[in-house]
């Protein structure tokens, strides 16, 4: 089915921005997407300044502190007393991960809290996409943090649509239990669009890089693509479904075009890390509170 926004009509439109309307109007996602928009667009700001913005938002200091102390969004457990002393412990590039990981949660977690769409779930899908595009940055050399942040924010469109359609995503998640049908499908038959469409409206409403609204607006597309963390996004995101990470849908996946995996350049090897990096990513997210 062809999906696109040239082909929306003026209903479609008006829902696609009443659901993200409506997830910007709570209180708690407003203010931790602001502070969380700030930090991901400046990969290389300092703990000192992370701190001073995370702890005017207190849901998204105490899942950064719990995660750290779980060991949810770093290689094992840490017991600290605040964030100062949990910064000292990682360099920076390692403290904006752990941010950024936390951020997500922070802003989910409301959103979900009407649905029947478990946190962990959500969570283990977008941690291990993320953990799938940073193995792709490594092995190519490139930067890692624009492909961990759009691994980690592509699928935030389920959450916006299921916060303002609980019942109808309640009622798809049985439906689509080991259905062929994708659900992306199910949202363009059901609302004129898709979760794609909403994150990338919601993303970019929340001024996050263009690399992150875009590839969460063109996640599950079937069509070639020469951008590298686009094609990233879409073959991990594909990869984390298949492997069981379907935030509770149990559905079939969309396919992803042929070229994309060859075009990205990976060795057997660097498959064979990404495969290892996202079953931990995903074992990790048991970690997070219910």
């Not at 770093?74 to 100062?84: G, S, T, V």
């Not at 792709?136 to 959450?159: D, K, Q, T």
């Not at 996004?233 to 935030?247: K, L």
């Amino acid at each position: 089915m062809k999906r696109d926004s040239a082909t929306r009509d003026k209903q479609a439109d008006s829902g696609l921005r009443n659901a993200v309307f409506k997830s910007l109007s709570h209180k708690c996602v407003a203010g931790a997407a602001s502070k969380l928009s700030s930090i991901v667009n400046n990969d290389q700001i300092s703990p000192v300044l992370i701190t001073r913005l995370a702890v005017t938002t207190p849901e998204f200091e105490a899942n950064i502190r719990t995660g750290i102390c779980s060991g949810t969004y770093c290689p094992e457990p840490i017991d600290i007393a605040d964030l100062r002393q949990a910064f000292a412990m990682f360099d920076q590039a390692t403290t904006w991960e752990i941010v950024v990981a936390a951020g997500l949660e922070t802003v989910v977690r409301p959103l979900l809290e009407t649905t029947d769409i478990d946190i962990r779930e959500f969570m283990r899908h977008a941690m291990a996409t993320s953990a799938g595009c940073g193995v792709v940055a490594e092995s190519l050399n490139l930067p890692r943090a624009m492909f961990v942040a759009s691994g980690l924010f592509h699928n935030i469109g389920l959450a916006v649509m299921a916060h303002a359609h609980p019942e109808k995503y309640l009622s798809a998640q049985l439906a689509l239990q080991g259905s062929a049908t994708t659900l992306e499908d199910w949202e363009y038959g059901e609302f004129g669009f898709t979760h794609e469409d909403a994150g990338a409206m919601f993303l970019a409403a929340c001024t996050m890089p263009d690399a992150v609204w875009s590839s969460a607006g063109t996640h599950h597309s079937p069509e070639p693509t020469s951008d590298l963390l686009v094609a990233s996004v879409r073959v991990c995101a594909n990869v984390a479904h298949q492997v069981g990470c379907t935030v509770g849908f149990a559905n079939a996946c969309g396919p992803i075009h042929p070229s994309l995996i060859p075009d990205i350049g990976l060795s057997e090897a660097d498959l064979g890390r990404m495969a290892e990096r996202m079953g931990q990513a995903a074992l990790t997210a048991a970690n997070i509170a219910a």
